[in-house]
T-cell receptor
Framework: AQSVTQPDIHITVSEGASLELRCNYS??????LFWYVQSPGQGLQLLLK??????LVQGIKGFEAEFKRSQSSFNLRKPSVHWSDAAEYFC??????????FGSGTRLQVQP | NAGVTQTPKFRVLKTGQSMTLLCAQD?????MYWYRQDPGMGLRLIHY???????AKGEVPDGYNVSRLKKQNFLLGLESAAPSQTSVYFC??????????????FGPGTRLTVL
């Protein structure tokens, strides 16, 4: 069965610093890959997605992610973090089984 | 467009009580999903529907029932609530099923506590 691993439960960065959130998946073929963000008390908002083509995908709010097939990874990056980026981030995969499999999430804290 | 809405936002139940959570979408999406979110576990799929009048089990269906009588609504029922069902419940919808190039849109969630 497919699985998604987000190895970092909690990350703290300073405002203006760069950010990388890790995501690894387990699946025999290339799945569709997603990153969602959840602000406190809110639902999930899609940041970006990868289906095919260019392995570097751009999303909203200045985020990008790179798909690396050899590493089964889809890490999320942002060059300069803003205080408003503090939230929980979820990586998810869609293997064509009609639903998403989510990682356990990474909570991002931003220090002033 | 309201997108995906969920009713209620909060609910407290006693063990053994029943309730229904309502999800509504105004995007004319065919597919709808119910997930539960528990600390440290991400979101897990409870049930889903690929169209009006159809439902199917997801990863954690036990203790829940669903109905999709109208395309825009997807109901999640708890017949006899248990403390293990304390969670945040999210509804989502998508135009097409997983496996095609589409996105799931999520509602704001319902926080359920079972005492």
């Amino acid at each position: 069965a497919q699985s998604v691993t987000q190895p970092d439960i909690h990350i703290t960065v300073s405002e203006g610093a760069s950010l990388e959130l890790r995501c690894n998946y387990s699946y025999g073929a290339t799945p569709y890959l997603f990153w969602y963000v959840q602000s406190p008390g809110q639902g999930l908002q899609l940041l970006l997605k990868y289906f095919s083509g260019d392995t570097l995908v751009q999303g909203i709010k200045g985020f990008e992610a790179e798909f690396k097939r050899s590493q089964s990874s889809f890490n999320l990056r942002k060059p300069s973090v803003h205080w408003s980026d503090a939230a929980e981030y979820f990586c998810a995969v869609d293997t064509g089984r009609r639903a998403l499999t989510f990682g356990s999430g990474t909570r991002l804290q931003v220090q002033p | 467009n309201a997108g995906v809405t969920q009713t209620p936002k909060f609910r407290v139940l006693k063990t053994g009580q029943s309730m229904t959570l309502l999800c509504a979408q105004d995007m004319n999406h065919e597919y709808m999903y119910w997930y539960r979110q528990d600390p440290g576990m991400g979101l897990r799929l409870i049930h889903y529907s690929v169209g009006e009048g159809t439902t199917a089990k997801g990863e954690v269906p036990d203790g829940y029932n669903v109905s999709r009588l109208k395309k825009q609504n997807f109901l999640l029922g708890l017949e006899s609530a248990a403390p293990s069902q304390t969670s945040v419940y999210f509804c989502a919808s998508s135009r097409l099923a997983g496996g095609s190039s589409d996105t799931q849109y999520f509602g704001p969630g319902t926080r359920l506590t079972v005492l």
